[in-house]
Structure formats: structure tokens, C-alpha cells
């Protein structure tokens, strides 16, 4: 008897979202070959399958936040005056992006911009719906939170304007900044160690001051009830799931053997906890129910002066600062001069986008739901592996939250959300590079110089279909002494061209 062969069901309608990148620079090759690329792969295959009217593609310069702002000082202080103002660098670096992708081939409906144009007054809108939807539903709270404090400038510092190192167990990340690292970890800012003010190198104050958070802590039973959905009807990728997995533990303090004189007296100074003790493993582990009680213990240990980390797990997630260059937080509850923190309007930036290109269609106000919302309709969003903790977590609760005001009877399993594909990072010559470190990525438009969009292409959708991460090692930027056989970069259009060939003689 034969099996049942389960054939792939498509939806009516689907939008294909492709990670946003910085408005301070132009692409480099983990953009298009991480991305792009594979964004736009299946949204060619869904044209086919359902019809291109059926298909919306969009992506954007993400324009503000402190790494934009960051770039721009450091540009005016070294004498450059190419710029008037920091939106015509930013546009600058967007009409740059724009071409490399045409160059690639990427086929975008819409490449918009978040601070440019008329997608700026569209995502304001959509920003003040996201703040006043969530802040009626009774997600949001003010929270008073320590943040750094350039004493010798006497100005607050945000984001990048902060580095100092992860305080996550056993984080690999070579930078680490206000209230995350390069990989991705989140962590309140007193958390960070040995921080360093990057505009006058000295170690800053911490002050408290009032801003907005999304509740997002009080999410990890739904969370969890949501990736075992995931695990059981999904095709999500299992090393999605499972990044998402780790960050749904309970908060944890790790401390070293050795700087525990006493355990018993510790463990009475601590509130209700348990503790974890190997003795094979050179760090104790203190598990604690919620994050009040962690932070206790974490005042105890400072007070006796004991070096400790933390571990990954749900913590509030902010959704304001006090950076100039941002979009306007609505004032509520006594709170002005606020601006969204970048990340999260970043999340929802792809909505903005949509009702953009909606809109020069010609389409109603509402329309954006049909194709976002609507339960014959998917949204696929292609994002880079460091990016997991927002789009997978901080998003999916946000948008489930959007979508049901009450927490109580919230079921996120039962809420139609985006479907997330998430690639593995694509090395640069067997190392991690990012614009950030030591070592620098390729710039996407210099590869064109060596090679044609079709062979990068296909050899970056091959570099994307492992479960681990690959490297981009092509020959033609190796030193002619090291340049032999086989052009790895070539490989797959070596292939299909020989295929090709073979088909059209027969």
C-alpha cells in the first residue's frame, strides 16, 4: 500500500520580509549572501506557485538608533563635511543599499526606509498604533532602570556609545555594549562589565531614569507553550527552536567556587532559590524563581564584593530611550521627550513598509491586514542567527500581544504569526567578521568586481542550506600565492551551467 505523500500547502496571500540593515553603511556580503539572497529566492518561488500579484516582498534602511548616530560623530569629528546632516548621510547609505540590491538582482517590491520619505510618516504612525494598542491592553510598564552616564560630558549614554563585555555565561562575543552583545544577548546595564563611555573612554556613572517596557518576562510559560507547537507542526528549523528554548529558563547567577568563602551564609542571604553544585564544574549555579529575586542575590553579591555571571533568560524589554535621533514615544503618564529604542520599532518597520507600498497601489488604510494578518495569508521573514532573540521572541509576544488584550486567556499557539527562517552565520575565511570587529566582511558591491550576481547567488543559497555555519571563501580576495584548484564561490555555477548545457544538447 502506498504512503500517504503529504503535498506542501501555500498560502493565498504571503509577504516575505528580509532583515533590515543599518542606515551607517552600505551592504557587505553577509547582508545579500545571509538575506537577500535567500529572501528573495522564495519569494520568486512563491510568485510561481500562487502568482506574483499575490506576493509582496519588502525590506528597508533601518535609519535611526545609537549605532547611526555613533557613525555620524565619529564621521564629522575626523573633518569629513560630505554630509549637512546626519538624514543625508543616512540617505545617502540607503541610495547605496538600494543600488547593490538592484545590482544582485533582489527582486523588492519595496525597499523603503524608515526615516526617509513618506515611509518616515507611515512608520510613525504605525508606532504610535503599536505604543497606544499595547499600552491599553496593559502590557507596558514604566520602569525605572539604571543607564550610563558620561559624567566628564554630562550626557546619558545609549546603545553603542557604551562597550564593555557580555556578562552571559560563556558568551564568545567580542563586543558588548549598553544592554546587549554582538551575538545578541540581552541584559540590564549594570550587568555589562568594565564599561567604557566610547566618546570620552572613561568608565561611566550609572544614573536611573524612567522608560518604557514591554512586560516581556512574564512570557516564558507561553512561550514555551509555543515552541513545542513549533516542534510538533512547524517546519521551523530545530536550532531556531532551540535558541529560543534557552532563553526561556529560569534567571540564573553563576559564581565561581573560589569566591565563595562561605555557601551556607551565602545561601542564606539569598531569597528562595536552588542551588546547583557539581563538583567537577568550576562554577556554582543559583536558580531563582523571577528576576526580583535574582536581582536580590545579585545585590548580595555585590555588596560582598563577588564576581559573578548571569544566564539567559527573559528579561523586560525596553522599548524607549532618551536618543535624540529616534521616532517620538507618544507622552503618557508624565514621560516626554522619549523616542523608541531601535530594536523594537525595527520589528514592527516591516508593517510600515507594507502599508507603504500598499498605499502607492492605491489601497485602503486596511488593506496591510488582509495580507498580515488574515488567516489565508503568511508572512515569511528572512533574518541573520544573531537576530533570534528579537524577531523570535520579543516580536512573536509583542505581535500576540497586539492581538489579544488580555493576558490571562492569551494562547500564542492559537494567534496566526510570522513564520521566522533564520540562517546559520556565514564565516569570511573561516572567521566571524562584522563591521564591529577586528575583521572586516567584504563589501557586497566590491565581490561584483570578481564575480556576476548569478554565481554569488547560487553559491550563497548553497552556503545557507547547512545546519551549521559555513564560510565565504572566495579566491579571488586571497593573496595570488595562496589561490588554487577549484574557486569555491564558483562551484554551484560550474554545476548548473554544466547542467544546463546537458539539458539543451538533449
Not at 504569526?417 to 577586528?438: E, G, R
Request: proline fraction near 5%; include cysteine; hydrophobic fraction near 35%.
Amino acid at each position: 500500500m502506498k504512503e500517504d505523500i503529504k503535498r506542501p500547502i501555500f498560502p493565498k496571500r504571503a509577504v516575505i520580509t528580509a532583515g533590515m540593515p543599518y542606515g551607517n553603511k552600505e551592504l557587505h556580503f553577509g547582508h545579500i549572501g545571509g538575506m537577500f539572497v535567500h529572501a528573495d529566492t522564495y519569494a520568486r518561488f512563491l510568485r510561481d506557485r500562487i502568482g506574483a500579484e499575490n506576493v509582496i516582498f519588502v525590506s528597508g534602511t533601518d535609519c535611526y538608533g545609537s549605532p547611526i548616530l555613533e557613525s555620524f560623530r565619529k564621521l564629522k569629528e575626523s573633518g569629513n563635511t560630505e554630509h549637512k546632516d546626519i538624514t543625508e548621510y543616512v540617505e545617502s547609505n540607503h541610495i547605496k543599499q538600494k543600488k547593490t540590491l538592484d545590482e544582485y538582482e533582489i527582486s523588492l517590491n519595496h525597499f523603503g526606509a524608515s526615516g526617509l520619505y513618506k515611509d518616515k510618516e507611515i512608520h510613525r504612525q504605525v508606532s504610535n498604533e503599536v505604543f497606544e494598542t499595547l499600552y491599553k491592553s496593559g502590557y507596558l510598564s514604566v520602569m525605572s532602570t539604571p543607564q550610563f552616564f558620561d559624567s566628564k560630558l554630562q550626557i546619558l549614554l545609549n546603545g553603542r556609545q557604551v562597550e564593555g563585555r557580555c556578562p552571559f555565561e560563556g558568551c564568545g562575543s567580542d563586543k558588548a555594549y549598553a544592554d546587549e552583545c554582538a551575538l545578541g544577548h540581552q541584559y540590564m546595564p549594570e550587568e555589562l562589565i568594565d564599561p567604557k563611555s566610547t566618546l570620552s573612554g572613561l568608565k561611566p556613572e550609572i544614573v536611573d531614569v524612567e522608560n518604557w517596557y514591554f512586560r516581556l518576562e512574564d512570557f516564558r510559560d507561553k512561550m514555551q507553550e509555543y515552541t513545542k507547537n513549533l516542534r510538533e507542526n512547524s517546519v521551523t528549523r530545530k536550532f531556531i527552536i532551540d535558541a529560543i528554548d534557552e532563553f526561556l529558563k529560569p534567571p540564573v547567577i553563576y559564581v565561581q567556587r573560589k569566591q565563595i568563602d562561605d555557601l551556607e551564609d551565602l545561601e542564606k542571604a539569598f531569597p528562595e532559590h536552588e542551588t546547583i553544585d557539581e563538583e567537577k564544574k568550576s562554577s556554582i549555579t543559583f536558580v531563582f524563581k523571577n528576576l526580583d529575586d535574582r536581582d536580590i542575590a545579585r545585590d548580595v553579591l555585590n555588596e560582598r564584593q563577588i564576581r559573578y555571571r548571569t544566564g539567559k533568560t527573559l528579561v523586560p524589554f525596553r522599548l524607549s530611550g532618551n536618543i535624540e535621533w529616534g521616532v517620538p514615544v507618544p507622552k503618557k503618564d508624565n514621560l516626554d521627550d522619549l523616542t523608541f529604542w531601535v530594536w523594537p520599532e525595527s520589528l514592527w518597520a516591516p508593517i510600515s513598509f507594507l502599508k507603504a507600498y500598499l498605499k502607492e497601489k492605491g489601497a485602503s488604510e486596511d488593506e496591510w491586514k488582509k495580507w498580515w494578518q488574515d488567516k489565508d495569508s503568511m508572512v515569511y521573514q528572512f533574518i541573520g542567527e544573531d537576530n533570534i532573540y528579537f524577531y523570535c521572541i520579543a516580536e512573536m509576544a509583542m505581535f500576540a500581544a497586539m492581538n489579544h488584550p488580555d493576558f490571562d486567556t492569551l494562547d500564542m499557539t492559537k494567534i496566526h504569526l510570522p513564520q521566522i527562517i533564520a540562517n546559520k552565520h556565514i564565516l569570511f575565511m573561516d572567521k566571524k567578521a562584522s563591521s564591529s570587529s577586528q575583521i572586516k566582511p567584504p563589501m557586497a558591491n566590491d565581490l561584483l568586481q570578481f564575480y556576476t550576481p548569478e554565481q554569488l547567488r547560487m553559491h550563497f543559497i548553497s552556503l545557507g542550506l547547512t545546519s551549521k555555519s559555513s564560510s565565504f571563501k572566495p579566491q579571488a580576495l586571497l593573496p595570488k600565492e595562496e589561490q588554487e584548484g577549484v574557486d569555491p564561490a564558483l562551484k554551484e555555477g560550474n554545476l548548473l551551467t554544466n547542467v544546463f548545457n546537458r539539458l539543451v544538447r538533449s
